[in-house]
């Protein structure tokens, strides 16, 4: 009697255990008719595979299961959701029925684990889901781009269709639970140009692999063509050590309201769990899909700094081909000159239509800055010296011994170089006008790009890995004084950002390239505004440019863009302009 007394406590007690944190109203919700499933309805076709491929992720192998509705037809591409986890939510069963009832298209469901490293014995020695699911870098929408996707694209069902899936971010939705969801919202964030719509359960927007930056993210970013729903219940608390669950989607759709984002909600009771996610999904994909093929519009942000530095334009492409080698300048005549993978100089017009001829040619140019009367200063790593070249064609080497990365003049003809060492340290020289040289700052950590204040008071030089850019008050000679730190910028890698060009308006904002995107900071070093750049490309060079200064300019590793600015951009060529002091706030 005693000991089964003492099991039935324990028996208790393990119930209890097991469904502490559950969310129980939710357990009550009405049952959605897409949830269960009908005799009347088609089912789809499940696939599964195993992907043990991965050079993103090396070692990791991972089941995946592809649904495919009774409705496709491989004569036209279906539309996509990816789900972290593998199967949840009775996806299957709410797709067969909401797509048959024609509450959302017809889609291919790609539901993913996350990978593990076993060892010969079949046991995991590694987990990789925190690295893959909660980091806020693009590797793992890289992953799915690039390396799962397309082996999803190479199945074929039972009757021996080929499995043809659309591209078009309109038709692409992405969701996950708990570190998956902040997964699929990283993915869509990321890559915009991928996926336009998210589903986010009891997601992990706290400090456990950065999750927590992104309300701030959100706020200062210029509004992506994104749709979100976020689901989560006030007793989520999985790990208290990392925050409060609940709190961080609380101030994610805080976030996403302000940034005017399309944002639905559904808030429970419940705890770590997917029982009121699961009794909602129906919902959530009625939601996300409401529309289709209507798409997505881009809101207007509430923050003031893009409200005043943006137009209603976006970035456009050129056309050009050409394999951008990421350096950029502009010139006094409106034009911009860049460099190519082969070394060659060239001149593009303000619209980006035209490339003059060959400017010049030298190899391992690093770095390249206009002058005042339209001539192009070079700096050469492979011959360590700095050239310029004159609109006649002609050139001449000015200095050897240089080791430079960063380099601007002055309207006055002075040119200042960031000169990196092999110790991760470095330097800023200055070559005077008439060409003395001299050493105006030292013990900067990876010095790399560098720019002047409008008003020509500071120097700004960014230290690449740092997240950080120095500023030191420039003397009337050109040497540089109180030296600090200045702008602190966003990294969401956690392994320094690196600062690739900078440039300054005539309102005494500070444009850096990063890996996130345009920084903006204002005039006291804080970042105020995040401008991304299309497909996820990543900054090499940046610059204000065009007659009337009010166009951005950018080149990447792949594209070069441009964008109408309503502000102005300050060359360091160019004359001063004293931008309104905002004070000290």
């Excluded at 060079?541 to 502000?567: A, P, S, W």
Aim: aromatic share 10%; hydrophobic share 40%.
């Amino acid at each position: 009697m005693m000991k089964y007394l003492v099991f039935t406590v324990y028996f208790v007690f393990c119930l209890k255990t097991i469904t502490f944190g559950q969310d129980v109203p939710a357990a009550r919700y009405p049952e959605d008719p897409a949830s269960i499933a009908h005799a009347a309805i088609p089912k789809g076709e499940m696939l599964e595979f195993q992907y043990r491929a991965s050079k993103i992720y090396p070692g990791t192998q991972r089941t995946c299961w592809v649904y495919v509705p009774t409705q496709y037809h491989a004569d036209k591409p279906a539309c996509l959701y990816v789900n972290m986890d593998g199967l949840q939510f009775n996806a299957d069963k709410v797709f067969d029925y909401l797509i048959e009832k024609g509450e959302m298209p017809v889609t291919i469901g790609v539901f993913v684990q996350a990978g593990e490293v076993l060892d010969n014995s079949g046991n995991v020695i590694r987990y990789n889901r925190s690295n893959e699911f909660d980091n806020l870098d693009d590797d793992f929408v890289t992953f799915l781009l690039d390396e799962l996707l397309p082996e999803v694209k190479k199945l074929k069902t039972a009757e021996g269709m080929p499995i043809r899936i659309s591209d078009d971010p309109n038709d692409c939705a992405i969701g996950g639970a708990s570190s998956g969801a902040i997964c699929a919202f990283t993915a869509a964030w990321q890559r915009p140009d991928a996926f336009s719509r998210v589903f986010s359960a009891i997601g992990t927007y706290v400090a456990m692999r950065g999750g927590d930056q992104y309300p701030a993210l959100i706020r200062k970013t210029a509004p992506k063509p994104l749709r979100i729903f976020l689901q989560d219940g006030s007793n989520d608390a999985w790990n208290p050590l990392f925050g409060s669950w609940f709190t961080g989607n609380l101030t994610m759709e805080a976030a996403l309201s302000f940034a005017n984002y399309e944002v639905e909600h559904r808030w429970g009771t419940g705890g770590h769990d997917g029982v009121q996610a699961t009794a909602i999904f129906p919902d959530a994909m009625r939601w996300l899909w409401k529309g289709w093929p209507k798409r997505i519009e881009v809101g207007i942000s509430n923050n003031d700094m893009l409200q005043a530095i943006l137009t209603a334009d976006d970035w456009k492409a050129t056309s050009l081909d050409f394999l951008p080698s990421g350096l950029l300048t502009s010139m006094p005549d409106g034009s911009i000159a860049l460099t190519d993978a082969k070394g060659f100089v060239h001149k593009v017009d303000e619209q980006l239509t035209e490339m003059s001829e060959v400017i010049a040619k030298q190899a391992g140019i690093q770095a390249l800055s206009a002058g005042p009367d339209g001539e192009i200063y070079l700096l050469d790593s492979a011959h360590q010296s700095l050239s310029v070249c004159y609109q006649d064609g002609k050139s001449r080497r000015l200095k050897k011994g240089i080791n430079g990365k960063g380099l601007m003049v002055t309207e006055q003809k002075a040119i200042y170089i960031t000169s990196p060492d092999k110790e991760g340290n470095g330097k800023v020289l200055l070559i005077k006008p008439e060409g003395e040289m001299l050493t105006v700052a030292t013990n900067i950590p990876n010095p790399s790009g560098i720019t002047m204040s409008a008003d020509r008071t500071m120097l700004l030089i960014g230290a690449d890995q740092r997240s950080t850019v120095y500023n030191g008050i420039v003397n009337e000679d050109g040497t540089l004084i109180d030296q600090q730190k200045w702008c602190w910028l966003h990294d969401v890698g956690h392994i320094g950002t690196t600062i690739h060009d900078m440039a300054v308006d005539d309102q005494g904002n500070v444009y850096i390239g990063s890996d996130i995107g345009i920084q903006v900071c204002d005039q006291n070093g804080r970042v105020r505004a995040i401008l991304p750049v299309p497909k996820g490309d990543k900054i090499k060079g940046l610059c204000f440019g065009g007659k009337d200064k009010d166009t951005l300019f950018v080149l990447t590793n792949r594209k070069l863009y441009r964008r109408k600015m309503k502000i102005r951009g300050v060359p360091t060529w160019s004359g001063m302009v004293k931008p309104k002091s905002i004070g000290a706030g």
